[in-house]
């Protein structure tokens, strides 16, 4: 099963590429239908089709499922009835967004002022939306209807483009489990909320950034980490557990070199906004302090229970509770038996911030998406997680319904059992990431003997400082 020099997936020849069929008890048992698992004379990478090109076909055909899913909405440029939109799930932000939020007057975003609100995305999300509004304006001629569906066409398969540049770099940063990357590409949320918004662009810059440490590249891995935090703000908490596994393995020149490319890079495309416009840079985070008890949350459930805080209160105590996790995931960092993966620690931090933030839309699941591939390769507890987030996804549009066409969706006592499902949904994967960091052998990737294949410096390197049980600081060599 070895590839070829210079195959596609460019695994070292001397690396067997892990066959899922083979691996994983799921793909083994659903291979039946295909003749069965892989044969041992086999060989991977040996035809056109290798797993990086299955993978990006799967995406691009569930991405373009996505888009075909929002046709009913598309015919009337999200024109129709909100009772019509929710009951058939295909809302979309991104014409919104073009008809109010001053596109549609030809208004350069954090700048100019108007009748419009101010745009409440980070600066790079900006960029990608004025360079749509562009391109909507030079190929659609009609009302101001007919360019927000062309605004929607051109960012709907921008982030097609951007779910496809994901999977290609979780593919390379799998290494010898290239396989994984399909896992991943077949995800429904791409399929379901992909469109929704402009999440997958923030997905893609980190799956890059990660790939680009993989390689033992930290400055890129850093300029990467900074361009996805500009254009979403969860990408910056995996600077968190980097540093553990840094500090862990006494790497902290090559943590300081990917922290010194996130400030840059993220400073590169801020600062200039700041400058000229600072009102209109800051409204993104003046909305999310503003911002109460929401949709998807935890703390909508308890709001609508009767628990009943000022949104100050809230923050603090929603960050609190982010903290303690945060905190949780060092000391698990430093206290493994033996150093986790660095894959493994920033699903754990980024499932974290999802399940503690006050508002959860239907696609931030798609955040954790290449994280959780690379955390826990195993297709029986992805699909589970992901059945999860599909009953969310679908119980937040009847729970809207309801809101609009009483007696037709969900009420809010059973809307509080789909947030619950996404909740243990999200539980249950961090679980399963967590058991096998505290027990490797469990661990599908540390299974062969593996260390951490895209961990970069950390892959095989000896640990230097250590939480041992006695809760003492050990410092090694």
């Known amino acids: 099963m070895k590839p070829t020099d210079g195959g596609e997936d460019h695994v070292p020849v001397d690396q067997e590429i892990v066959a899922p069929t083979i691996d994983d008890p799921i793909a083994r048992q659903a291979s039946g239908a295909i003749g069965g698992p892989l044969g041992r004379h086999a060989r991977i990478g040996a035809n056109w089709w290798t797993p990086l090109r299955v993978a990006l076909a799967v995406v691009i055909v569930v991405g373009a499922l996505g888009i075909a899913r929002d046709s009913y909405c598309r015919a009337s440029n999200w024109t129709a009835p909100n009772k019509v939109v929710y009951a058939h799930a295909c809302y979309s932000d991104i014409p919104h967004m073009y008809r109010l939020r001053g596109f549609a007057q030809r208004a350069i975003p954090y700048i100019d002022k108007g009748s419009w609100e101010q745009l409440e995305y980070p600066v790079l999300t900006g960029a990608i939306m004025t360079f749509s509004a562009l391109a909507t304006r030079a190929t659609s001629v009609g009302s101001i209807d007919d360019e927000a569906g062309r605004f929607y066409d051109i960012n709907a398969w921008l982030m097609v483009i951007a779910a496809a540049v994901a999977i290609w770099a979780t593919v390379r940063t799998a290494g010898r489990r290239p396989w994984d990357g399909v896992m991943a590409a077949s995800a429904p949320v791409i399929a379901l909320a992909g469109t929704i918004n402009w999440d997958l662009a923030a997905v893609a810059l980190l799956a890059v950034g990660m790939l680009a440490w993989s390689r033992r590249e930290p400055g890129l891995a850093g300029i990467f980490i900074g361009l996805a935090t500009a254009t979403k703000l969860y990408p910056v908490l995996v600077l968190g557990p980097l540093f553990i596994l840094c500090l862990r393995a006494g790497r902290l020149r090559e943590y300081g070199s990917a922290l010194l490319g996130a400030i840059v890079s993220w400073a590169i495309v801020n600062v200039p906004v700041m400058v000229v416009a600072f009102d209109g840079w800051q409204h993104f985070y003046l909305f999310s302090k503003d911002r109460g008890a929401d949709l998807g949350s935890i703390w909508l459930i308890f709001s609508q229970a009767g628990w009943q805080v000022d949104v100050d209160t809230l923050n603090k105590i929603w960050i609190a509770a982010l903290v303690i996790l945060c905190l949780g995931i060092a000391w698990l960092g430093l206290a493994a038996p033996r150093r986790p993966r660095f894959a493994a620690l920033a699903f754990l931090v980024v499932a974290a911030f999802a399940l503690t933030i006050k508002v959860y839309s239907p696609q931030y699941a798609i955040w954790l998406v290449p994280l959780a591939v690379l955390a826990r390769p195993r297709w029986r507890d992805f699909l589970i997680w992901q ?56 661990d599908p990737v540390r299974a062969d003997g593996s260390d951490d294949p895209s961990g970069g410096v950390l892959d095989r390197a000896p640990d230097r400082v250590s939480l041992v049980s006695s809760s003492r600081i050990t410092v090694v060599g």
């Not at 809307?415 to 619950?420: N, S």
């Open 387 to 442: 059945a999860c987030e599909v009953v969310y996804y679908f119980g937040v549009f009847l729970y809207l319904l309801d809101g609009v066409a009483d007696g037709r969706g969900l009420k809010e006592h059973f809307y509080w059992i789909a947030i619950l499902i996404h909740l243990l949904g999200t539980l249950y994967f961090a679980t399963m990431v967590i058991r096998d960091i505290m027990r490797p052998e469990y």
